[in-house]
């Protein structure tokens, strides 16, 4: 078993630390208008990676933030993956030369999956950390916005079968709202595929959470708003490492 891994989440709009509740941009609250001292605190008590999400590229479907990424890149030693707005291979390369580390897909591998496959062949599967976001064990897609027909399950057996190995899963109805995670969800994909190794998402309110996230098998936790709202303090993390 992988060791677990806390992943604090660095959400972005107009290059300031933000978060939304279910993926609301009406529902936005800006914690910190620099991100560098948000990441600098993350690693200062042992943090190791960070989930950098820019939701402006979200929202507008190209990368905007490469600024914050070349910034938290160049002066911090965190393992940054980032997402939100990747849709061309320019727009790919550009997020890898701004030094992050892993891109995060999510959309496009539902829409254009055969782009993402050529991907994952011509970088290797290990640069990707693909998002499964999941209503009602249906994938939704386009910040939420859109409910597929394909089942989270199928979903996630066909990328694994390409080679991915590290998916997070975000259970929309849980997202910012700090009611616990989406527990069952995440033990039946892990009783399912045995070498997947699966990033909880959306939930997350306390220690115990991650308690509980770690022994049923998952590889590691994106946390956000937990954090922010200081129901899990920088101390916590540490003592948790």
């Known amino acids: 078993m992988n060791q677990f891994q806390i992943i604090p989440a660095i959400d972005i709009i107009d290059g300031k630390c933000v978060r939304l509740t279910q993926g609301d941009y009406s529902k936005k609250t800006v914690y910190n208008d620099d991100p560098l001292e948000v990441a600098k605190q993350f690693e ?3 943090i190791e990676r ?8 979200a929202k507008q479907g190209t990368v905007i933030n490469y600024q914050v990424l070349e910034s938290l890149a160049s002066n911090t030693k ?4 980032f997402g939100g707005g990747i849709k061309t291979e320019e727009d790919l390369s550009k997020v890898f030369n701004e030094g992050a580390s892993i891109a995060t897909i999510g959309s496009l591998a539902v829409k254009n999956k055969s782009l993402f ?3 994952i062949q011509k970088y290797g599967a290990d640069k990707f950390l693909l998002g499964a976001d999941v209503k009602e064990e249906q994938i939704a897609i386009g910040g939420w916005l859109e ?3 394909i089942s989270v399950f199928d979903f996630v057996k066909e990328n694994m079968n ?3 190995k590290t998916i997070f899963c975000t259970d929309i109805s849980k997202d910012g709202l700090l009611k616990g995670p989406s527990v069952e969800l995440y033990e039946k994909l892990i009783m399912q595929n045995n070498s997947l190794q699966l990033i909880a998402s959306g939930g997350v309110s306390c220690v115990d959470d991650l308690y509980a996230l770690k022994d049923m098998g998952c590889s590691g936790a994106i946390v956000g708003k937990a954090i922010y709202e200081e129901k899990i303090t920088l101390n916590d993390l540490k003592q948790f490492m």
């Open 117 to 119: 496959f050529s991907w």
């Open 78 to 81: 965190l393992t940054i993956d």
């Open 147 to 149: 409910t597929t027909n």
């Open 50 to 57: 960070l989930h950098l999400v820019d939701l402006d590229g």
């Open 162 to 164: 390409q080679g991915i």
């Open 44 to 46: 200062d008590v042992g």
